[in-house]
C-alpha cells in the first residue's frame, strides 16, 4: 500500500496497483534492508517515526518491472539493480492502522482506495551505493534485519516473506559476488551467509562444502597485518560461478 503524490502526471497512475522494493544489503557483518522515512511519527514525539519499503503505484503505461525500477530510483537513488519479483499482497485489510490512513489523505487522491502490491527484491553490497531520498521519501537508511523501526502497512510481513525467499535462494544457489570484495577470505563467505540464513554454521562444515565449488579460486596471497594467524584469500570464477547449477549446490544446516 504506496502513496502517490498529486502531480500533473496523476492520470497516468493505476490507482489500485502499485510496487514494493526490499533491498537487502550486506555490510560485511551483518543483514540490512532499506527503508524510506514518510515523515510521521507513531505519536507526537518524533522518537519513534513510521517507515517504509520503497514503493509506489504503477503508471497505466508501463510494466510491473519497469514500474518498480522507476519507483526505486525516484525514492532512493538506486539504479541498474537486478530486481526479482517475489510475490503480491491484496490482503483486503492491508490498511488497518490509522496512522497510515491519515498520511495517505494527506497524499492521495482516493487514500481508502484498495491497492494490491507487487513486491520485488535484491540484495546488495550497501557501501557500494550511494543514496540519495527524494520525492515523498524524507529520508532512506539502512536498518538492520533484526532491529525494525516501526513499519507502515503490511511492510513488515512483505520483509519477513523476501527474508524467506532468500534464505531458499541461498541454499540452492551461490550467492557473494556481487556482495564481497575481489579478495575474500572463507571466514568473510561464511559471515555472508551466517547474515542471510540468521544462524552460526558450523565452521568446518562450511568450508568442506565451499571448498568443493568450482568457481571458488584460491589466491596465493594471504591477510597480513592481522592479530590472527593470516587466511588465505579467494576470488570467484565469474564464468563458472554466474553458469552453477543450482543441482550442484545446497547448504544443509
Not at 50 to 79: M, Q, S
Not at 101 to 122: G, M, N
Amino acid at each position: 500500500m504506496t502513496p502517490f503524490t498529486r502531480t500533473s502526471s496523476d492520470a497516468r497512475l493505476n490507482p489500485n496497483v502499485s510496487v514494493d522494493c526490499v533491498i537487502f544489503g550486506f555490510d560485511g557483518e551483518r543483514l540490512k534492508v532499506l527503508l524510506i522515512d514518510r515523515g510521521q511519527s507513531v505519536s507526537d514525539s518524533d522518537e519513534e517515526k513510521v517507515y517504509a519499503l520503497p514503493g509506489n503505484l504503477i503508471r497505466e503505461d508501463e510494466d510491473l518491472d519497469k514500474a518498480a525500477e522507476r519507483v526505486l530510483f525516484e525514492l532512493t537513488g538506486l539504479e541498474d539493480i537486478f530486481l526479482e519479483q517475489f510475490g503480491s499482497f491484496g490482503d483486503p485489510n492491508r490498511l488497518t492502522k490509522e496512522h497510515d490512513l491519515e498520511w495517505l489523505k494527506s497524499i492521495r487522491a482516493e487514500p481508502d482506495a484498495r491497492v494490491i502490491t507487487v513486491a520485488y527484491y535484491s540484495l546488495i553490497r550497501a557501501d557500494q551505493y550511494e543514496i540519495h531520498a527524494s520525492s515523498f521519501a524524507r529520508d532512506a537508511v539502512w536498518h538492520d534485519i533484526d532491529a525494525l523501526p516501526p513499519l507502515g502497512f503490511d511492510h513488515a510481513e512483505i520483509i519477513e516473506s523476501a527474508l524467506r525467499e532468500l534464505k531458499f535462494k541461498s541454499k540452492y544457489q551461490p550467492l557473494g559476488f556481487e556482495l564481497l570484495p575481489e579478495k575474500f577470505t572463507l571466514g568473510q563467505l561464511q559471515k555472508l551467509y551466517e547474515a542471510i540464513l540468521s544462524t552460526e554454521l558450523d565452521k568446518r562444515n562450511f568450508r568442506r562444502k565451499i571448498l568443493k565449488m568450482s568457481f571458488l579460486v584460491p589466491l596465493k596471497e594471504k591477510q597480513i597485518g592481522v592479530p590472527h594467524k593470516p587466511a588465505r584469500y579467494y576470488t570467484f570464477d565469474k564464468e563458472k560461478y554466474q553458469s552453477y547449477k543450482s543441482t550442484d549446490f545446497y547448504f544443509t544446516l
